[in-house]
């Protein structure tokens, strides 16, 4: 268990680095600026992470467990209703105030893209892994229904960060006639 001082200079360290990779963009975050923004000494921030990229991946880890944590509570809850709107309609609150509590790491991670890292492939596996719970109807679902509701959730997700809310029922029941058409 890590200590208190240690977990408030990660805090300040993690809430230093999306700030500036907000403003600016990853590449020209260096581990000066996030030690100089966490009012931390650059020793400091080694004394915790090796550079920014293992702290990137730091976040991204902690971020999917907690996000994990939270699809994982709520499953239970929304297994009840029976058809895929009316699960929808459930998920999307809860995990609209989760991302929203998490918005600024949330627009920092997903833009930034290094060697194998990528928070979209992350998110898309955790969505993977539960969508086959969640959506299937007792037979699972083809590859090609995992794909779509991925990307539906994906493109939810991307709705809330651009725009700060959720899509209105309005909006999910004007899509939902939208791909009707596309299919017939």
């Given at each position: ?28 975050v ?29 976040l ?10 939270e ?14 709107r ?99």
């Open positions: 268990m890590t200590d208190l001082r240690t977990q408030r200079t990660q805090k300040a360290i993690a809430d230093a680095f999306v700030k500036l990779v907000n403003q600016t963009s990853f590449r020209e260096t581990v000066s600026m996030i030690a100089q923004e966490a009012m931390i000494n650059r020793q400091t921030f080694y004394r915790h992470y090796e550079d920014k990229y293992q702290l990137t991946r730091a991204l880890s902690d971020f999917i467990a907690d996000y994990q944590a699809i994982n509570r709520i499953i239970p809850m929304i297994k009840d209703n029976n058809n895929f009316s699960r929808l309609l459930h998920l999307q609150p809860i995990i609209g105030n989760f991302l929203l509590s998490h918005i600024e790491l949330v627009k920092a991670l997903r833009g930034i893209k290094f060697d194998d890292f990528n928070y979209e492939t992350e998110v898309t596996r955790l969505y993977r892994e539960v969508i086959q719970e969640l959506f299937n109807h007792g037979a699972p679902l083809t590859a090609f229904q995992e794909k779509v509701v991925t990307n539906v959730l994906l493109t939810v997700i991307d709705y809330l960060i651009d725009n700060h809310e959720l899509p209105s029922e309005t909006d999910i029941e004007g899509m939902k006639t939208i791909i009707l058409n596309v299919f017939n």
